[in-house]
């Protein structure tokens, strides 16, 4: 299967229709998942994010993101607002997390389908809470770094990896990747501590972490492994996030 979305605005600048659609690999049986109507005054602009399909391909997770929303990379705690599924044959979306509960907005990191768990950065107390799909808040994790705290991403072996960091102004003097075992108990292991670390893209296996590299001149992506090597890096521009997602 594949699945895509689109916004519509409208022609008065009030309103937008946003779509979700999936079919096979080849195109065929498009089929309408999500068609909404958006109120720009009230919600601004935002599109449906598709983010995966079950482990049984039997449904598809999607949230919201933003367009428009200005701030340094510091300005953002999650990838995106809220959490929802539907049957790849079409029906009511089913509502599985909502930011608004913990009152707080684009707040989701991640979450794992297997184990039944999401991850969230809570922005004022700066820790990561990991829940169940209730939102009972299972553990709460205290990071390295006060000023910071980034999206928390699982990896495919469960750990989960996420980006704090002391701010000096804009800039992480120093940032750091940390990594959390299940059941997420432990004090977070810091694989590296830098002044290049910003943002945790993802991982691309079970031992390598892509992130966003803070150069002198420029800002490009790097590839960490697990003991907190540098293995590669990829000044800008360049399209390995984006191929990668």
């Known amino acids: 299967h594949i699945a895509w979305s689109w916004v519509t605005p409208d022609p008065g600048g009030s309103t937008a229709r946003l779509e979700m659609w999936a079919a096979g690999m080849d195109g065929s ?15 601004g602009m935002r599109f449906l994010e598709t983010l995966r399909f079950s482990a049984d391909r039997e449904f598809l997770y999607y949230g919201y993101s933003t ?79 006060a000023d910071y705290v980034g999206y928390p991403v699982f990896g495919p072996a469960g750990e989960l990896a996420f980006v704090s960091a002391d701010l000096d102004g804009l800039a992480p003097r120093p940032g750091y990747i940390s990594l959390v075992s ?36 420029n800002v490009g992506t790097a590839l960490v492994d697990t003991t907190g090597l540098i293995v590669g890096t990829w000044p800008f521009p360049n399209y390995l996030q984006s191929v990668l997602k």
């Not at 049986?29 to 919600?43: A, E, F, I």
């Open 29 to 43: 049986g498009p089929n309408t998942l999500v068609d909404q109507q958006l109120d720009l005054n009230q919600d």
């Open 182 to 217: 299940p059941p997420f108990t432990e004090l977070p292991r810091t694989i590296l501590r830098d002044d290049s670390v910003s943002v945790l893209w993802q991982w691309l296996d079970q031992e390598h972490l892509l992130f966003e590299h803070l150069l002198e001149q």
């Open 67 to 145: 367009i428009g929303l200005g701030g340094a990379w510091s300005s953002f705690y999650g990838r995106y607002d809220n959490l929802y599924r539907v049957a790849f044959t079409g029906g009511e979306p089913e509502l599985i997390f909502d930011c608004q509960t913990v009152d707080r907005f684009m707040c989701l990191g991640d979450f794992s389908e297997e184990a039944g768990l999401l991850a969230y950065v809570d922005n004022v107390e700066h820790v990561v809470k990991v829940t169940d799909w209730s939102g009972e808040t299972l553990t709460t994790i205290e990071p390295p770094g």
